[in-house]
Structure formats: structure tokens, C-alpha cells
């Protein structure tokens, strides 16, 4: 068990790629073989991400080298620094891990029988392992340069998967925005790493942290980085992309996206805290973090109200809520240096905003793969089609309501219990930010309230007579969330000391994560 | 050749490389031409790792008993291969989004082959 | 212990919540008694009365998805012209998007090193 855990961290991108690649060749064979391994494979993935992460948040950082005689030797002899690819898991990777693993083996549920009619599954198939495997290696590497591969695996596996069905044009025109999007946030990626690798000779996040001098050149190379980050997580001016790509893919995929977004927000937060950490200059990236979150939270919810495609909508939603997670974080990241407010309200707000991206993942996954089971029953996304779908689809209806409330912040579901963490610390920053998310919840109930309104209630049309409720394992898909929302909501105290707060402890504690990686040098 | 040239002049080509790249991004509506663009981009970024691994008079890192000091930084052209194996996959994939973009709407122009806004 | 949430001037404790819940579903339950049990079914009793006028077919007297909060967009006219404008959907428009907010967010960086 212990030789498992200690190779586990490679073990859990390898086996889902291996799976991946495995499941086209299976998939000539038999459908119900292809299924069935990839449930199992994942089952595995994710009984290893929990396994790891209890490993992580017991004991310390995994750490695990490449090639390497022994996992943790991470400097080989005669050498200063680290030459090989790390793999680096603290309390934010393994917390990341597992939502990762959680939506994805969902996603896959849900899509066996959501794409039953579909041609090409294997496909479908291979690319949403490719991109699980592509998120978990972003979430666990420890170096600069891998962290840019595996981003792009995601996005190119995530641009096939989106534009999968291409019987529409829309969706064509989805994954050519979202692919083009993502090539010109990575190469300038991939520009600042050079200008980072130019001065340090360094790929390693850890080393590079140790060594970091805050020159001019670090300093474009940061923001570079931070705009090309948020340009992947779809923040507010740069969230315009996400509401044509989430619209158009398959049902389960959305989900999996949210994830991908959530990934590339691990990425801004292992620069802005890990990798710049102490030497950045707090306050004003924190200002900036906070101000595109405001934003993000304001735009979204305004954007969304407006919409009358039901997956667009839930689109810009996403974008509002990943507002609350930047306020929370960029309060944190501006008051860094000081340990007094830290203690008094910036751990707090670092723990509601982790807390909100599971929570985001889980609420907005279930809001999506409803809004598929929708369009799956009735073959529209449009909200003006829909009327008094509440008749024939009892338990999607109340599904909905529940991903609804847990989204616009009412008790006793999870939302809440992020965002009254959130408001509450963050008020103590500035109160103007807490009344802005208030109002911002206000508003994502009406939000809702229009999607509930006008696709459950109302009479039943004649031509929805015969809508049925969707098949078994697009059920099972949902209902996995929802439970996973009233437990969050029910034992938030759980989950907050188990899960959130060794990853909060782990963003700020910068010299931890460098001394994992540089602690062998004498 | 490249004695003769101020030593910064490859850093210069690459920035004007990534200027060339995002302008055509920005300003050409045509989307093969923003698949050129995005090629463009990426190439300005291998020139420039390339460059800032380069040292003059180097060897290439191609031996196991080093004939002289001076060797070329090896790490960076890896990246560079990486870098130039990605974007073949991502041109493949954006040429054949753009080809059932034109079979479905009948232009390459990205401002008529919208259907999304709002 | 662990089901609280102590965030500053508040708390949060799910126990709590679950029996004021309860509590109002057993009201809930108890109003619902009281109600008139003995109507009959599928005849005039339990159709929809409209002043006596003819009551329009079901697909005509909903209030559609797009129609929801008419008054709200009507008030806030201005606003949306504003923040719609930019959500053109065109590729190119998002990298330039993407370049002004790199360049912006580099300039108060620097701005605010060189005043302090």
C-alpha cells in the first residue's frame, strides 16, 4: 500500500492515458468491455486521487521524481538544482485531484447513455480521458514546462470534444473558438516561461521560487502568465469565449470544462502564490485579482439574465461564479504580507473560495448535465420552446432546483456555506465587495428563477405529452452531485477540515512547497 | 554569419515575429489566415527558446565525453520540439474545425460564419 | 463540533436549520389538511375559470423564457446596450480583448512601482 501511494501520483495520469488510449482497441470489441474498463479505470484513478490526498494531508507533500533512483530524490548528486521533471502534490493538487476525479467519473455515467445514438464513440471516449488525464497532470506537476503540456492537452482534447458533434454548426464554431483561444493564451505561456527559463535556467516551480529576484523582466513574465490564465478560466474581459463553448458541447462535457477552468485557476494561483509568492508585490496583484473577480461576478450575472438558451445561460453563470472565487483569493493574495489580517479574515477568505470551487464544480456540473437531460428529452436548448416540463420530468425538475439554490447561496446547500465565508471575511477587507456579492446572489436566484419558470412550470404542451424522464445512468450521473451538494451543504465543517484547509495551508505556506523540491541541497 | 550581427538581433526577430502573429490575429477575418497566425506565433516562440539557449561557438549536447566547455543549453530545444509537435497537432485540429466551419456556413469569414453572440 | 461554520459575526449550523425545517413542514402538512378534500375531478370544478370568457390554449397564455423580467431589461436599457456591445462572438475581437488586458494590467503594475 505504501509503494502504492508513493508511486500514485505518476500512476494516476498514467493509468487514466493508458485507459485512454486502451479504449478505442476495446471499443472494436465490444461496447459493454470499452464501458466497463473505463468505470473501472476511473473508479481506480479516483480511489487513488483519495487514497494520495489522505497521504498529503496526513503526512507532507508527495513529491515524486521522474526517472529518478528513488521517487524523492529530487537533486541527483553533484548537481544544485533539479534537472528532472517533478511531479509536486501539497494540499491544493490533491484538493484539485479529487474534484477532478469526482467530475469526471460523473461525466462518464452520464455520457453512456446521453451519446447511446451517437457514431464515433470511441472517440468520445479516448479525448474526455485524454482530457482527465491532461487535468491531472496540470493539477500535479511541479514543473513550469510540463504544467504548458499538459495545458494543452487539455484544451486540444477539449476543443474535439466540444466540436464532437458535427452535425452543428455551432458547436463547429465553439471548439474553433475555444482551441484558438487556448493556443494563444499557451504560446504566451510558454513565452513567459522562456523569459523565466532565460534568467534562472530553472523549469521547476519550487527552484524558481527559491531563486526568484523580481527583475523587469519577471515582472512581464508575471503578467503574462496572469492574463493568460484568466483568459483560461474565462474571467470578466476575458470570459467571452466560454459562453459559445459550454453552449454547444455535449452534455457531460460542460462539466468537465468547469473543470478545466478550475484547473487553469490552480495554475494562476500556483504562480501568483507559489511561484512569486513573497517577492510579488501583493497588494496591487491582489487589486487586480480582485477587480477582474468584481467584474466576473457582475457582467456574469447581468449576462446571464439575458439569456434565453439555457445552456448559455448556466455559461455565464459560471463566469459569476467564478468571480467569488478571484474576490476570495485576491483578498487573500493582498494581505499575504501581513499575518494579522491573514489571521483575521485572509485565511477565511482563501478557505471560502477553495471551498467554492468544489462547490462550483459540483452545482454547475449538475445544472449542466440537467440542462442535457433537457435538450436529450426535447431537443432544444431554447427557453422560449419550453413549457411545463415539470409534468413529465418530476426528478429532473427537482434536481434542477437543488443545483439552482445551491448556486444562488440559499441554506442549507452548499453554496452557502462558501459564500457566507466569503462575504464574511471579505467585508472585513472591504464591505463594498460583500455587498456586490450579495447582490450578485440576488440576482442568480431571478436567474434561475426565470429557467425554472419557464421550462418546469406552466401547463403541460400537447406536443411534451410523451416526454419521458431521461434514462437510469443520466439519473444516477445527477443524483451523484446533488447528494454531493446536500453533504457539503449539511457538513460543511467536514469538509472544510479535511480537504480545504491543508489546501489553503499549502497556498500559503510558499517556503513548504520550495523545501519539498530544494531540501536535499545542504 | 551570425558573428557579424549585434548579439540581440534574434530576440528582435522573434518580437517582431510575435507582433506579425498577433496582428494577423487580430486583424484578418479570414480564419485560415488566423490558423497562419497562430503558426506564425508559435514559431516567433521557438526562435526565441532556440535563441536564448544558443551560445556562440557552441557544441551541439549531442556527446557523452564533452569535447570542449562550451556546449549549447540542450533543455530548451527540447522544449522547442515539444513546442513544434503541439502546434502541428493544433493546426490539424483548427484545419479541420475551419473546413466544417465552411461546409456548414459557406464562408471563411469570421464575422459572417458567426452564429453565436450575446 | 465539526458541522459549524463560525465565520466571523455569524455561525452556521445545519442541525438547526434542518429542525426550523422540519418544523415548517409539519405547518405546512397541518394547512394542507384543512383543505377541501371532496371536489370532483374532470368536470368544471376543476377547470379554469376566466370571467366567464373562453380560456386560450395553453401554448398562448404562458409567459415565454424570453419574455421573463421584461421590466427589468426595459429599466436597465442603457446598461445592456452598453455591456452587450462587446460580446460580438467574433475570434478576433477576443484576442484583442486579451492583449488590452495584458497591456493594461502591465501598466499598473509598473505605474503603481514607480509612485511608491
Known amino acids: ?522 | 554569419m551570425i558573428h557579424s550581427l549585434p548579439g540581440n538581433f534574434p530576440f528582435v526577430a522573434a518580437v517582431v515575429l510575435l507582433g506579425i502573429g498577433l496582428y494577423i490575429l487580430i486583424f484578418r477575418r479570414n480564419l485560415i489566415k488566423i490558423v497562419m497566425g497562430i503558426a506564425i506565433l508559435g514559431s516567433s516562440i521557438n526562435l526565441f527558446l532556440i535563441t536564448l539557449g544558443y551560445r556562440i561557438d557552441g557544441d551541439a549536447p549531442i556527446y557523452t565525453e564533452v569535447p570542449s566547455e562550451l556546449m549549447v543549453l540542450p533543455v530548451v530545444q527540447a522544449l522547442t520540439l515539444t513546442n513544434i509537435v503541439i502546434g502541428v497537432a493544433t493546426s490539424a485540429l483548427i484545419l479541420s474545425l475551419v473546413i466544417r466551419i465552411y461546409r456548414h456556413t459557406g464562408t471563411l469569414d469570421s464575422v459572417k460564419s458567426r452564429r453565436m453572440k450575446g | 463540533m465539526s458541522l459549524l461554520i463560525e465565520a466571523g459575526y455569524e455561525f452556521w449550523n445545519p442541525i438547526i436549520w434542518l429542525i426550523a425545517f422540519a418544523v415548517l413542514m409539519a405547518l405546512v402538512f397541518l394547512f394542507r389538511k384543512r383543505g377541501q378534500a371532496k371536489y370532483k375531478k374532470d368536470t368544471d370544478q376543476t377547470r379554469i375559470f376566466l370571467c366567464g370568457e373562453e380560456v386560450p390554449e395553453a401554448e398562448q397564455r404562458y409567459v415565454r423564457g424570453g419574455n421573463v423580467y421584461w421590466g427589468f431589461f426595459e429599466t436597465l436599457k442603457e446598461y445592456y446596450n452598453g455591456v452587450v456591445r462587446p460580446h460580438t462572438g467574433v475570434v478576433n475581437d477576443y484576442v484583442i480583448w486579451f492583449v488590452a488586458v495584458t497591456a493594461i494590467s502591465a501598466i499598473v503594475l509598473f505605474i503603481v512601482e514607480l509612485a511608491r
Request: hydrophobic fraction near 60%.
Open chain 1, 1 to 522: 500500500m505504501s509503494t502504492l501511494i508513493a508511486h500514485s501520483s505518476i500512476l494516476i495520469i498514467a493509468v487514466t492515458l493508458a485507459t485512454a488510449f486502451l479504449t478505442p482497441l476495446v471499443g472494436i470489441a465490444s461496447k459493454r468491455a470499452r464501458n466497463t474498463l473505463i468505470v473501472l479505470a476511473l473508479a481506480f484513478v479516483a480511489f487513488l486521487v483519495v487514497a494520495l490526498a489522505r497521504d498529503v494531508m496526513l503526512n507532507q507533500i508527495h513529491v515524486y521524481t521522474l526517472g529518478a533512483a528513488a521517487p524523492d530524490l529530487t537533486i541527483p548528486g553533484g548537481a544544485i538544482v533539479p534537472v528532472r521533471i517533478i511531479l509536486e502534490v501539497d494540499g491544493l493538487s490533491a484538493f484539485m485531484g479529487i474534484v477532478i476525479a469526482i467530475v469526471s467519473l460523473v461525466a462518464v455515467i452520464y455520457s453512456m447513455s446521453a451519446l447511446k445514438t451517437e457514431t464515433g464513440q470511441n472517440g468520445f471516449y479516448t479525448l474526455l480521458l485524454l482530457m482527465a488525464a491532461g487535468m491531472f497532470g496540470m493539477v500535479f506537476t511541479g514543473d513550469l514546462f510540463n504544467l504548458f503540456v499538459f495545458l494543452e492537452i487539455t484544451s486540444i482534447s477539449g476543443a474535439a470534444l466540444i466540436a464532437f458533434r458535427t452535425k452543428f454548426a455551432d458547436s463547429q464554431e465553439g471548439g474553433f473558438k475555444y482551441i484558438v483561444v487556448s493556443a494563444v493564451a499557451s504560446l504566451m505561456i510558454l513565452f513567459a516561461i522562456g523569459l523565466l527559463y532565460s534568467q534562472y535556467n530553472l523549469l521547476n516551480i519550487g527552484a524558481l521560487a527559491a531563486t526568484m529576484e523580481y527583475t523587469m523582466l519577471d515582472r512581464i513574465a508575471l503578467v503574462i502568465l496572469m492574463s493568460a490564465f484568466v483568459m483560461k478560466l474565462g474571467g470578466v474581459p476575458l470570459h467571452m469565449w466560454l459562453s459559445d463553448t459550454y453552449s454547444v458541447a455535449p452534455a457531460s462535457i460542460p462539466a468537465l470544462l468547469i473543470v478545466a477552468s478550475q484547473a487553469s485557476l490552480y495554475a494562476l494561483l500556483r504562480t501568483s502564490f507559489t511561484l512569486y509568492g513573497v517577492t510579488l508585490d501583493q497588494s496591487v496583484a491582489g487589486w487586480i485579482i480582485i477587480i477582474v473577480g468584481l467584474l466576473s461576478m457582475f457582467v456574469g450575472v447581468t449576462m446571464a439574465i439575458l439569456q434565453t438558451d439555457i445552456t448559455r445561460l448556466i455559461a455565464y453563470n459560471c463566469v459569476c461564479e467564478s468571480g467569488f472565487m478571484l474576490v476570495g483569493l485576491g483578498v487573500g493574495l493582498a494581505v499575504l504580507a501581513d499575518p494579522g489580517a491573514l489571521d483575521a479574515f485572509g485565511t477565511m477568505a482563501m478557505n471560502g473560495a477553495v471551498f467554492h470551487m468544489i462547490n462550483h464544480a459540483l452545482f454547475e456540473g449538475l445544472l449542466f448535465l440537467v440542462a442535457g437531460a433537457i435538450f436529450y428529452r426535447i431537443g432544444t436548448r431554447d427557453l422560449n420552446q419550453m413549457c411545463g416540463l415539470g409534468h413529465t420530468m418530476k426528478l429532473t425538475s427537482v434536481l434542477f432546483l437543488l443545483g439552482a439554490l445551491a448556486s444562488a447561496g440559499i441554506p442549507p446547500f452548499n453554496g452557502f456555506a462558501s459564500k457566507i465565508l466569503i462575504y464574511e471575511s471579505v467585508y472585513q477587507f472591504n464591505p463594498i465587495l460583500t455587498m456586490i456579492g450579495i447582490l450578485v446572489s440576488i440576482l442568480t436566484l431571478a436567474v434561475f428563477m426565470k429557467v425554472f419558470f419557464s421550462a418546469f412550470t406552466g401547463a403541460s404542451l400537447p406536443r411534451y405529452r410523451d416526454v419521458r424522464e431521461v434514462p437510469r445512468p443520466m439519473v444516477a450521473a445527477m443524483i451523484v452531485l446533488a447528494a454531493g451538494i446536500i453533504f457539503f451543504g449539511l457538513f460543511p465543517g467536514l469538509v472544510l477540515d479535511w480537504i480545504v484547509q491543508p489546501a489553503t495551508d499549502a497556498l500559503v505556506n510558499q517556503g513548504a512547497y520550495i523545501d519539498a523540491i530544494m531540501g536535499a541541497v545542504p
